[in-house]
């Protein structure tokens, strides 16, 4: 399966501030996917990244708070915007194909926190 | 919204012992997917099971899908601390839904 990069592995941050998150992958892909785990938690997904046009995002998300760029087949990234301490979570990104009954894979995420 | 229930939500066990993980649903799904994630990795993927009354294995790990494709299940035998870690089933296609996952700790 596809291997996939995601950087910065962990960060800490200042609320107020914006942090970008990146995914990259070694082959291209159909889908990409970003999900939120918040602490204790099982995944949310956030939002799919549509190659070339506007991510769609799932209820209780918005482009303003979580904009998501996807220049390319391999590449993507994730912002997470003015962070407050409820953003302390760990964002992944994961890949598809275009068969949806195929699973996800998945980065090793990025662990943020907000002080 | 299809919704994915699973069960038990913490399980702490003795190496050697069998346990049994649940994920069920009122909703009918094309496919499930069991994840395992370790503290700092990413969920990585165990099975897919597609067909209904589907029991797939791998090395000492069962999974079945139920007859109805509503419900599945993950069977550990004789678990060894190396199978500690974060169960999470999941399904849904591309609109993918997770469990609440299980949290597994196998002691020595």
């Known amino acids: 399966s596809a291997v996939i990069s995601q950087k910065p592995s962990r960060d800490i941050c200042q609320r107020g501030t914006s942090l970008t998150i990146q995914c990259q992958v070694d082959s291209q892909v159909t889908m990409m996917f970003w999900y939120r785990q918040q602490p204790g938690q099982s995944l949310t997904l956030i939002a799919t990244?549509?190659?070339?046009?506007?991510?769609?995002?799932e209820s209780g998300f918005v482009i303003d708070k979580f904009p998501i760029s996807r220049p390319n087949l391999t590449f993507s990234t994730l912002t997470v915007s003015n962070m407050s301490p409820e953003d302390s979570s760990i964002y992944l990104c994961s890949v598809a194909t275009a068969d949806s009954n195929q699973p996800q894979h998945f980065g090793d995420g990025t662990r943020l926190s907000i002080l | 919204t299809q919704l994915l229930e699973q069960s038990p939500q913490f399980l702490s066990i003795q190496e050697g012992e069998n346990l049994t993980v649940y994920c069920n649903s009122s909703?009918?799904?094309?496919?499930l997917q069991w994840y395992r994630q370790e503290p700092g990795e990413g969920p990585v993927l165990l099975v897919t099971v597609v067909t209904g009354g589907e029991v797939k294995k791998l090395k000492r790990l069962t999974f079945q899908f139920g007859d109805a494709r509503k419900d599945s299940s993950l069977h550990i035998t004789a678990a060894q601390p190396g199978d500690t870690g974060l169960y999470l089933c999941?399904?849904?296609?591309?609109?993918?839904?997770f469990g609440a996952g299980t949290r597994l700790t196998v002691k020595p």
């Open positions: 990244a549509n190659q070339g046009s506007e991510a769609t995002y």
């Open positions: 999941a399904g849904g296609g591309w609109d993918m839904r």
């Open positions: 909703s009918v799904f094309s496919s």
